[in-house]
C-alpha cells in the first residue's frame, strides 16, 4: 500500500494545493475523504479562493444551453474555440443577465402578451456549484419592463445580505417607485425615495448629434456613462460610442472622457463589459444583435467584431456576462424560506 502523503500535511499546506486546482474540480474532491470536505465547504477555503479567481465569461443561448469560459487577461483573449469550464442546460431555459455579484448571476425571464412584456421571473444562480432561486414577481408590485427604470443586484456592506432593487417612475409623475427584495425574507416590500442624485456627464457635442442609446454600468470600481450618437455634417453620417468614467463616486466634476470610438453601420450600441490592463475592452451588443462581442484595441484605436468561445453563432442568440466563479453555496447563505433548487 502506498503512504498516504496528504494525511500528515498541515492543513493549511492542503488548502493551499487545492486552491491551485480548476474550479470544477474542487466540488469532486469533496468526495476523496471528510477531512477534504470540511476544508473545501469551509469560509476560509472559499474565501481564498474567490479573491485568487480570474474572471469569467457566461454565456447563456436560445436554447437554455449555459457555458462559462475563462477569460483571464488581453494575453489569453484567443479568437479560436475555447473549450469551457463547465456546461450544462440551464433548467428555465435562456433567461436575460441582468447582473452579477460575489460569483452569483441574476437572470430576468419576460413574457410577451400580445400588448406589453412584462418581467415574469427572476432567478439567481450560481453557475458553480449549479444552485438556482427562483423569485415570483408580485403582481401588485407591477415590475413591468415598460415602466421599470433601473434595476439592481448587490450585497449589503453592513449585513451582507443580498437585495434586489427595482426603481420604476410612478405613471404621470416624476417621483420614483423604489422596490427591494431581501433574499430570504420571500417578499418585496417598497421604500420611500431614498436616493442622491449626481449629474451626467458634460455633454458639448458638435452639429446637433441624434443619441441613439445610453447605459450606466461598473467595471474596475468606478462608474461608466456610454452614450452613441449620430452626427450629420458635410463629410455625411458619422456615428461614434462615447464613454465617460467617474473617476471619484458622486463627484460631478470627477467625470472624465476615455474612449471616443467611431462606429460603422454594422456596429450597433455597444458596452464594456471587461476592461483590460492595457485599456483594451471586451464590448457586448445589446440592442439590435444582443450577444454579439466586439474587441476594442486601445493601443490601435480599432474595434473588431469577434466570434469568441462560438458565442456570436447566428444559429443561436446570445446571453453574454461576466462574472467572477465562486464556491459559496445558497444553501449556505441562510436564505431561509427561499426554495434553493439544485440542477
Given at each position: 500500500?502506498?503512504p498516504?502523503?496528504?494525511?500528515?500535511?498541515?492543513?493549511?499546506?492542503?488548502?493551499?494545493?487545492?486552491?491551485?486546482?480548476p474550479?470544477?474540480?474542487?466540488?469532486?474532491?469533496k468526495?476523496?475523504?471528510?477531512?477534504?470536505?470540511?476544508?473545501?465547504?469551509?469560509?476560509?477555503?472559499?474565501?481564498?479562493?474567490?479573491?485568487?479567481?480570474?474572471?469569467?465569461?457566461?454565456?447563456?443561448?436560445?436554447?437554455?444551453r449555459?457555458k462559462?469560459?475563462?477569460?483571464?487577461?488581453?494575453?489569453?483573449?484567443?479568437?479560436?474555440?475555447?473549450?469551457?469550464?463547465?456546461k450544462?442546460?440551464?433548467?428555465?431555459?435562456?433567461?436575460?443577465?441582468?447582473?452579477s455579484?460575489?460569483?452569483?448571476?441574476?437572470?430576468?425571464?419576460?413574457?410577451?402578451?400580445?400588448?406589453?412584456?412584462?418581467?415574469?421571473?427572476?432567478?439567481?444562480?450560481?453557475?458553480?456549484?449549479?444552485e438556482?432561486?427562483?423569485?415570483?414577481?408580485?403582481?401588485?408590485?407591477?415590475?413591468?419592463?415598460?415602466?421599470?427604470?433601473?434595476?439592481?443586484?448587490?450585497?449589503?456592506?453592513?449585513?451582507?445580505?443580498?437585495?434586489?432593487?427595482?426603481?420604476?417612475?410612478k405613471?404621470?409623475?416624476?417621483?420614483?417607485d423604489?422596490?427591494?427584495?431581501?433574499?430570504?425574507?420571500?417578499s418585496?416590500?417598497?421604500?420611500?425615495?431614498?436616493?442622491?442624485?449626481?449629474?451626467?456627464?458634460?455633454?458639448h457635442?458638435?452639429?446637433?448629434?441624434?443619441?441613439?442609446?445610453?447605459?450606466?454600468?461598473?467595471?474596475?470600481?468606478?462608474?461608466?456613462?456610454?452614450?452613441?450618437?449620430?452626427?450629420?455634417?458635410?463629410?455625411?453620417r458619422?456615428?461614434?460610442?462615447?464613454?465617460?468614467?467617474?473617476?471619484?463616486?458622486?463627484?460631478?466634476?470627477?467625470?472624465?472622457?476615455?474612449?471616443?470610438?467611431?462606429?460603422?453601420?454594422?456596429?450597433?450600441?455597444?458596452?464594456?463589459?471587461?476592461?483590460?490592463?492595457?485599456?483594451?475592452?471586451?464590448?457586448?451588443?445589446?440592442?439590435?444583435?444582443?450577444?454579439?462581442?466586439?474587441?476594442?484595441?486601445?493601443k490601435?484605436?480599432?474595434m473588431?467584431?469577434?466570434?469568441?468561445?462560438?458565442?456570436?453563432?447566428?444559429?443561436?442568440c446570445?446571453?453574454?456576462?461576466?462574472?467572477?466563479?465562486?464556491?459559496?453555496?445558497?444553501?449556505?447563505?441562510?436564505?431561509?424560506?427561499?426554495?434553493?433548487?439544485?440542477?
Amino acid at each position: 500500500m502506498k503512504p498516504d502523503f496528504f494525511k500528515n500535511l498541515p492543513p493549511e499546506i492542503i488548502s493551499e494545493i487545492l486552491l491551485r486546482l480548476p474550479v470544477v474540480s474542487i466540488p469532486i474532491s469533496k468526495c476523496v475523504c471528510k477531512r477534504w470536505l470540511h476544508l473545501l465547504e469551509s469560509d476560509d477555503f472559499i474565501k481564498s479562493h474567490f479573491a485568487r479567481s480570474a474572471p469569467a465569461l457566461v454565456v447563456v443561448g436560445d436554447s437554455g444551453r449555459l457555458k462559462v469560459f475563462e477569460l483571464e487577461s488581453e494575453l489569453e483573449l484567443d479568437l479560436e474555440s475555447h473549450d469551457p469550464l463547465t456546461k450544462y442546460d440551464f433548467p428555465y431555459h435562456r433567461g436575460k443577465i441582468k447582473s452579477s455579484v460575489n460569483g452569483l448571476l441574476v437572470l430576468m425571464k419576460c413574457v410577451y402578451d400580445g400588448v406589453k412584456v412584462s418581467l415574469n421571473m427572476l432567478y439567481v444562480c450560481n453557475p458553480i456549484t449549479r444552485e438556482v432561486i427562483k423569485l415570483n414577481v408580485p403582481s401588485d408590485s407591477q415590475l413591468s419592463t415598460s415602466k421599470v427604470s433601473a434595476f439592481g443586484f448587490g450585497a449589503s456592506r453592513i449585513t451582507g445580505r443580498y437585495k434586489m432593487v427595482c426603481v420604476k417612475l410612478k405613471p404621470y409623475d416624476d417621483k420614483l417607485d423604489c422596490h427591494v427584495y431581501t433574499l430570504g425574507t420571500g417578499s418585496w416590500r417598497r421604500l420611500e425615495e431614498c436616493f442622491s442624485f449626481f449629474k451626467a456627464p458634460p455633454y458639448h457635442a458638435q452639429g446637433l448629434p441624434f443619441i441613439r442609446e445610453r447605459s450606466v454600468s461598473a467595471l474596475s470600481g468606478c462608474l461608466w456613462f456610454s452614450e452613441e450618437s449620430t452626427k450629420y455634417e458635410n463629410d455625411g453620417r458619422q456615428c461614434e460610442l462615447v464613454i465617460w468614467i467617474m473617476k471619484e463616486y458622486g463627484v460631478d466634476e470627477s467625470w472624465s472622457k476615455e474612449y471616443v470610438i467611431p462606429l460603422d453601420d454594422d456596429t450597433r450600441f455597444v458596452v464594456p463589459i471587461k476592461v483590460f490592463k492595457n485599456g483594451d475592452l471586451l464590448m457586448l451588443e445589446t440592442v439590435y444583435f444582443p450577444g454579439r462581442l466586439f474587441y476594442y484595441s486601445n493601443k490601435n484605436k480599432t474595434m473588431q467584431r469577434i466570434d469568441l468561445f462560438g458565442a456570436g453563432k447566428a444559429s443561436d442568440c446570445v446571453e453574454c456576462g461576466l462574472f467572477t466563479p465562486t464556491l459559496v453555496s445558497l444553501k449556505a447563505l441562510g436564505l431561509g424560506v427561499e426554495n434553493v433548487i439544485s440542477f
